[in-house]
C-alpha cells in the first residue's frame, strides 16, 4: 500500500511539473486542441498519400472527397487561422501559426513536433 502511495504521489507531481511547464504567464503556450487537429490532419495526409502515391500532397477538399478526414474535422486553429498541410518529399508537416497568425514564430503548433 505504501509503495503505491508513493507511486501515485510521484506521478501527480511529475504530472503538475509537466502542466506548470505548459504555461506561459497566464496562456497555455498552445492549445491542445490546435495540437490535436494538427496530428489528426497530418495524420490522414499521410494516409491519403499512401493511398495514392502518385497524385502528391493532398488538400483539404482531397481530404474530406476520400474519407481520410472527417467532415466535421478542424482545420482551423483555435484563433481561426488555417492548419496548413506541408509535403516534401516523404516529409508531411501540419502547421499552425499560432496566436500571433504569423508561420515560423515560437508559438506555432506543429505536428510532428519539433519542425519550425
Do not use: N
Amino acid at each position: 500500500m505504501a509503495k503505491v502511495f508513493l507511486i501515485t504521489t510521484g506521478l501527480a507531481v511529475v504530472s503538475a511539473s509537466v502542466v506548470l511547464s505548459e504555461f506561459s504567464g497566464t496562456h497555455c503556450k498552445f492549445d491542445h486542441q490546435t495540437a490535436t487537429s494538427t496530428r489528426v490532419l497530418r495524420a490522414a495526409t499521410l494516409d491519403w498519400i499512401r493511398h495514392h502515391p502518385a497524385r502528391g500532397c493532398p488538400g483539404l477538399a482531397d481530404l474530406r472527397a476520400s474519407g481520410e478526414l472527417d467532415p466535421g474535422a478542424e482545420a482551423t486553429d483555435e484563433w481561426g487561422y488555417a492548419i496548413a498541410i506541408i509535403c516534401r518529399g516523404s516529409e508531411v508537416i501540419a502547421r499552425s501559426p499560432g496566436r500571433d497568425g504569423l508561420a515560423g514564430t515560437s508559438d506555432d503548433v506543429v505536428a510532428p513536433r519539433g519542425h519550425l
